[in-house]
C-alpha cells in the first residue's frame, strides 16, 4: 500500500531557531496535510496544500506541495516551547481502499527555552 | 460545538477482559475512523466506516470489531484485551467530500496489563 516516509523522527532545538521537516512518498498525492498533536490530545490540523507547487504560510508556519506530487515540508521559523508536540504529515486521496487519509509516522520536536 | 467524543479518556483492562471504545461525532460526518497510536508507529488504521451502515477493515483490525450504530457514533470493541493493544486509541471522522482531511477526537488511553 501507499506509505510517507516523514524525516527526522525527532528533532531537539533551542527556542527561536528554524525547523524543517519533510514527507516523501512513491506514490502521488491529491492533496498533503500537515497536522500538529500536542502532548496527551489528538491531532489538529495546521496546513492543507492542494496544488501541485503550492506554497502556504500559517503565522509562522510554510508548508509546500512538491511539484512531482510526492512530497512536501513544513518549516516552523523561529520557534517557541508550545511548539512541542508531534507533527504529522498525511497524503489525501479519494477512493482510497484504506481510508482517505495516509499518514506518516511523525516528527517529535522538543524545544529547549 | 463538541467535534469528535471519545470516551472513556482511561481505562486500565485485564488480560482477557472486554470494553467498547465510544466514539461520537456532532458535525453530520459521513465517514469515521479507529486508529491507535504507538511508539514510533504514528498512527495506524484499525477500521473505518464510510457511511452510516457500512464497515471496513484498515491495517491492523485483528482482536478488534466495531460498529457504526448510527451516522454519529462509531465504537471499538476488544472482545478479549490483550497486553499488546496497551495503546492510544483514536477516532476520527470526515465529512463526504472534504478535502482537509479528518477531524480528531482527543484519545483513549488503554493499559492492559
Known amino acids: 500500500g501507499q506509505q510517507l516516509n516523514q524525516s527526522p523522527q525527532s528533532m531537539f532545538i533551542q527556542e527561536g531557531e528554524d525547523v524543517s521537516m519533510n514527507c516523501t512518498s512513491s506514490?502521488?498525492?491529491?492533496?498533503w496535510l500537515w497536522y500538529k498533536q500536542d502532548p496527551g490530545e489528538g491531532p489538529v490540523l495546521l496546513i492543507a496544500?492542494?496544488?501541485?507547487?503550492e506554497l502556504t504560510s500559517n503565522g509562522r508556519l510554510t508548508a509546500q506541495f512538491g511539484i512531482t506530487r510526492k512530497d512536501s515540508f513544513l518549516n516552523i521559523s523561529a520557534s517557541i516551547p508550545s511548539d512541542v508536540g508531534i507533527y504529522f504529515c498525511?497524503?489525501?486521496?479519494?477512493?482510497?481502499?484504506?481510508?482517505?487519509?495516509?499518514f506518516g509516522k511523525g516528527t517529535k520536536l522538543s524545544v529547549k527555552p | 460545538n463538541a467535534g469528535v467524543t471519545q470516551t472513556p479518556k482511561f481505562q486500565v483492562l485485564k488480560t482477557g477482559q472486554s470494553m467498547t471504545l465510544q466514539c461520537a461525532q456532532d458535525?453530520?460526518?459521513?465517514?469515521m475512523y479507529w486508529y491507535r497510536q504507538d511508539p514510533g508507529m504514528g498512527l495506524r488504521l484499525i477500521y473505518y466506516?464510510?457511511?452510516?451502515?457500512?464497515?471496513d477493515k484498515g491495517e491492523v483490525p485483528n482482536g478488534y470489531n466495531v460498529s457504526r450504530l448510527n451516522k454519529r457514533e462509531f465504537s471499538l470493541r476488544l472482545e478479549s484485551a490483550a497486553p499488546s493493544q496497551t495503546s492510544v486509541y483514536f477516532c476520527?471522522?470526515?465529512?463526504?467530500?472534504?478535502?482537509?482531511?479528518?477531524?480528531f477526537g482527543s484519545g483513549t488511553r488503554l493499559t492492559v496489563v
Open positions: 498525511a497524503g489525501l486521496n479519494y477512493g482510497g481502499s484504506q481510508g482517505n487519509l495516509i
Open positions: 506514490s502521488i498525492f491529491n492533496t
Open positions: 496544500l492542494y496544488k501541485a507547487g
Open positions: 458535525m453530520n460526518h459521513n465517514s
Open positions: 466506516s464510510a457511511s452510516e451502515g457500512t464497515t
Open positions: 476520527a471522522s470526515q465529512a463526504r467530500g472534504a478535502l482537509n482531511g479528518y477531524t
